[in-house]
């Protein structure tokens, strides 16, 4: 085993470290073992309004650092102070949190014995399945109109267009900052498919391990857990990823699959503010 550390962020916005569900089942499935927990510094970013203390650690974690950003930069501030700190400390790899991830036991074990194995150099990222309610939520392989989920049984390399929710995933630094880092223009919303549009295009291929995680994707429910501001913002990064990219047949395609998705906002969720706000945006 080589003694190479792992760069890992995870990053907070309005809760208490203690109760990010990340921090804990990390914290677990590292605690079962020491040698694993040597080869992990940990940056914890909080976007929250105010800074808050924090107990000493009580795993043998290489190194903890917490860092207050009371401005919130969104998850590209926080992904970029880690992106540095990992170049700095001299790390390979930099692994990207949330703070309402369940992160099994096995992940861990398996990430580093992946990295130790020393992936083919085209290999940019490695990355769990994400799941919510038996519904894979990541990684999905892009098709000309429509994102596909993998298979759920499906490991290694996948040579097609492949994006990966920001969560669980471990991103190799020197792709990384290949492309500049993680662009602060997409500072919360859509950053994850930027990353991996870009890295694809940069040539990188994705290797996807046979863990499962459980997600809470909050953009699953509109009402309760989006709300109106959040998801003005998830509409403006989708049009810059499309604008971008050209996914999904362009702009002229895009305005139709909005007017398509206001529809069903109002007819089938029964939301007819959200319904109105996606129309509006159907007409950019």
Not at 13 to 27: G, M, P, V
Not at 95 to 114: K, N
Not at 212 to 221: A, E, F, G, P, R
């Amino acid at each position: 085993m080589s003694n190479d550390l792992v760069q890992c962020v995870i990053v907070l916005y309005r809760i208490a470290l203690r109760d990010s569900l990340t921090f804990q089942t990390l914290s677990a499935s590292f605690a079962r073992s020491p040698s694993l927990a040597s080869r992990l510094s940990i940056l914890i970013y909080d976007n929250s309004p105010a800074p808050q203390n924090l107990e000493p650690a009580t795993i043998s974690f290489a190194n903890v650092e917490y860092r207050h950003d009371a401005a919130n930069g969104g998850l590209a501030a926080a992904y970029n102070a880690a992106l540095a700190a990992a170049e700095t400390a001299g790390c390979s790899w930099l692994w990207l949190f949330d703070q309402d991830t369940d992160v099994r036991p096995e992940l861990a074990s398996v990430l580093v014995q992946t990295i130790d194995a020393g992936p083919d150099p085209a290999v940019c990222a490695i990355v769990p399945k994400l799941i919510q309610d038996g519904r894979v939520l990541s990684p999905l392989t892009i098709q000309r109109f429509r994102y596909f989920p993998v298979a759920v049984d499906f490991a290694g390399v996948h040579t097609a267009g492949v994006i990966a929710l920001n969560s669980g995933a471990c991103l190799r630094v020197s792709s990384l900052l290949a492309i500049g880092g993680f662009p602060r223009e997409y500072w919360l919303d859509y950053l994850d498919h930027a990353v991996f549009h870009r890295l694809k295009k940069a040539g990188g291929e994705v290797l996807v391990l046979d863990v499962l995680l459980t997600h809470q994707l909050s953009l699953m429910n509109l009402k309760t857990q989006t709300g109106h501001k959040r998801y003005e913002n998830v509409l403006c990064a989708e049009w810059q990823f499309v604008r971008e990219s050209g996914w999904g047949g362009g702009s002229s395609v895009h305005r139709l699959r909005l007017i398509k998705r206001a529809v069903r906002t109002l007819v089938v969720l029964r939301q007819p503010g959200f319904a109105l706000q996606v129309l509006k945006w159907s007409l950019k």
